[in-house]
Structures are given as structure tokens and as C-alpha cells.
């Protein structure tokens, strides 16, 4: 129930396309759905977040998407770029539960082609 | 935004000995910081937290006798590999709790250890 499911593994989107990137959760205690963007030898970097008390957040090109019903959030990236390219991951937290720890997914590797 | 830093950024140590690794949080205290352990592709895994002024919160399977983790000051909190092993070698992440509410954490560069 900890869990939280990503897909898919690796993704290769022209440039200009749009990048989807999906996750499933199944813990409904969780409160905080954050996104993170990592290179090779990098540490995360966090993208965007979200709460379950809105539906849609955009900064820039990226938008996540939540369904609370469906347990399900997602990463749109708008005209996606080279540099775009890197490992998406995204995670869940329980909030209320004080701790901070974060649930993540299995990573999604995003290749932008030229 | 939020800076947290690690040093070293790359290590390389002999079997049996031990290596400490620092996380600090530059421009914020952080109550409440993260390790993290990542193999090549894989997805980050939670080792343990660690709260400023008490005991370090291990994960299941994660031997706290081996990785032992000190959290001295508000922005400082060190990972010390103890008789390091071949097996112990992977990317050593930290991260820091915002102290600003909306569950915020942000995470180091990474360190990279190799134990040969």
C-alpha cells in the first residue's frame, strides 16, 4: 500500500513533442506528490508539486495533472527539449504524518530527440 | 532556492575502513534530513532519518551499526560507512526537509563512494 507505480520505464519524445509521464498510488493518507528531475551523477532536483486539493498545477512547461479518485498523478511536459532529457521520478509523502519521508516511483528515463 | 551540499562529492576507499560523508543545508535549518542509497538506474532508496538532537530512524533491512548516521547541528548531518565492503559501494544522496511547510525536501549532488 506504500507503494507508488510509474510508467512508463523510458520514453523518447521528438522535440517540440509533449513528454507524459504517469503515476498510481494506492496509500489515500498521502497528501504531497512532488516530482523530481535527476541527470546522470546528479542529485534530484524537485520540478513541481502538487496537493490533492487541486486537480491541475503549471510552472512553464511542466503541468501535473491529479485524479484523486483514481489515485493517479501525471507529469506533462510541454515542447519538450534536449535538455529536458534526464530521469523523472515521482514520489508521494504523507504530510500530516510530520515525518517528510517520500514514496518514490521506479523513475522514468526521457530521451528528447533533436 | 534551497541549497543542501554533500562532500566529499566522489570517494574511493579500501575495503575495511571507514568513510564519512556530510550533508548540510546552506541556507536553512533543517530539523529532519534524508539518506539515500541509488544504484545505477534504479529508483532512490530511503536508508534512514535523521532528526537534529535524537537517534537516527533506520528503514527496515538498513544495519544502523554499519551506516551510522549523527545530525549534530541544524544544518549539518553526516553518514559514516563503517568497515566498508565491495557490496557498499552505490551513490549516497541526502536531503533536507524545508522548514517552510509544504513538505518540501531538497536533495544534495550526491555522493559517489567506490570501495575496492
Known amino acids: 500500500q506504500q507503494q507508488v507505480k510509474q510508467s512508463p520505464q523510458s520514453l523518447i519524445v521528438q522535440k517540440g513533442g509533449i513528454s507524459i509521464i504517469n503515476c498510481a498510488y494506492e496509500n489515500t493518507a498521502f497528501d504531497y506528490f512532488p516530482w523530481y528531475q535527476q541527470f546522470p551523477g546528479k542529485g534530484p532536483a524537485l520540478l513541481i508539486a502538487i496537493r490533492p486539493d487541486v486537480s491541475e498545477k503549471k510552472e512553464g512547461r511542466f503541468t501535473i495533472s491529479f485524479n484523486k479518485s483514481a489515485k493517479q498523478f501525471s507529469l506533462h511536459i510541454m515542447d519538450s527539449q534536449p535538455g529536458d532529457s534526464a530521469t523523472y521520478f515521482c514520489?508521494?509523502?504523507?504530510?500530516?504524518?510530520?515525518?517528510?519521508?517520500?514514496?518514490f516511483g521506479q523513475g522514468t528515463t526521457l530521451q528528447v530527440k533533436p | 532556492g534551497a541549497v543542501v551540499s554533500q562532500h566529499p562529492s566522489r570517494v574511493i576507499c579500501k575495503s575495511g575502513t571507514s568513510v564519512k560523508i556530510e550533508c548540510r543545508s546552506l541556507d536553512f535549518q533543517a530539523t529532519t534530513m534524508f539518506w539515500y542509497r541509488q544504484f545505477p538506474k534504479q529508483s532512490l532508496m530511503l536508508m534512514a532519518t535523521?532528526?537534529?538532537?535524537?537517534?537516527?530512524?533506520?528503514e527496515q533491512g538498513v544495519e544502523k551499526d554499519k551506516f551510522l548516521i549523527n545530525h549534530a547541528s541544524l544544518t549539518l548531518s553526516t553518514l559514516t560507512v563503517t568497515s566498508a565492503h565491495p557490496e557498499d559501494s552505490s551513490f549516497y544522496i541526502c536531503?533536507?526537509?524545508?522548514?517552510?511547510?509544504?513538505?518540501?525536501?531538497?536533495f544534495g549532488p550526491g555522493t559517489r563512494l567506490t570501495v575496492t
Open positions: 535523521s532528526n537534529e538532537g535524537s537517534k537516527a530512524t533506520y
Open positions: 514520489a508521494a509523502s504523507k504530510g500530516s504524518s510530520n515525518t517528510g519521508k517520500l514514496i
Open positions: 536531503s533536507a526537509l524545508s522548514p517552510l511547510g509544504a513538505y518540501e525536501q531538497y
